[in-house]
Structure formats: structure tokens, C-alpha cells
């Protein structure tokens, strides 16, 4: 019943334009966020591919959260701040992981020095 089941989910797939495939090997996977990373070790890892995009479904047994001692800001967040206060990248950059990510305060904390 089971393979019958997976003929007619290809053939949905297909239908669809989707082409599905598992791919082979995978060691490792890490989802990062601007807070943390999300490390998925030896996961199975099956692609939908359509002609504009893939889908990529990630089945894991165990992984591992770390939280980043640094949060990772934008290139964005970064520009907006250096141009409105009228500072470098790397001060802009400093600014904001001492005001924990804060726009606004960031802009403030560099306008009043």
C-alpha cells in the first residue's frame, strides 16, 4: 500500500513540476539566525526542485542550539546607522551590539558623543 502511496505522490510531484530527490551524504546542516545557530548533524535532506526554486525538507534525529556571544547585524542595519551618524561601518557595528541591536539607540548613543 505504502509504494502505491509513493507512485502517486511522484506523480502529483511531476504534475507539478516538481522534481524530488534525496540527497546523498549530507554531513551536516546549520540554520543561522541572527541570535543563534541551529547545527542538525548527519540529517536526511530530500530537494524539491521546480524551474524557480527548490524546497529543501530537513529530517533530523538530534541537533544542537548555540546561542551567538555576538549578534550578527545586517549590512542594512550596518549602512543605516553609519550614514545617520555619520560614522564607519566597524564604529556603527559597535554601536549596535552595545545597544543590543537597537536602531534608534544606536543613532542616539553616536549622535551624542
Known amino acids: 500500500m505504502m509504494r502505491g502511496g509513493n507512485r502517486e505522490m511522484r506523480r502529483m510531484l ?3 513540476g516538481l522534481d524530488m530527490k534525496e540527497l546523498p551524504n549530507v554531513q551536516e546542516v546549520i540554520i543561522k539566525t541572527d541570535k543563534k545557530e541551529i547545527i542538525i548533524p548527519k540529517p536526511a535532506v ?3 526542485k521546480s524551474k524557480d526554486n527548490s524546497i ?3 529530517i533530523a534525529t538530534s541537533y544542537e542550539e548555540k546561542e551567538l556571544e555576538t549578534p550578527i ?3 542594512e542595519d ?3 546607522v553609519s550614514q545617520q551618524a ?3 561601518a ?3 557595528a559597535n554601536a549596535l551590539k552595545e545597544t543590543g541591536g537597537d536602531l534608534a539607540r544606536a543613532i542616539l548613543l ?3 558623543k
Open 14 to 16: 511531476d504534475r507539478m
Open 46 to 48: 530530500t530537494e524539491m
Open 56 to 58: 529543501f525538507q530537513v
Open 73 to 75: 547585524f545586517s549590512e
Open 78 to 80: 550596518i549602512m543605516l
Open 86 to 88: 555619520n560614522v564607519s
Open 90 to 92: 566597524e564604529v556603527a
Open 110 to 112: 553616536l549622535s551624542t
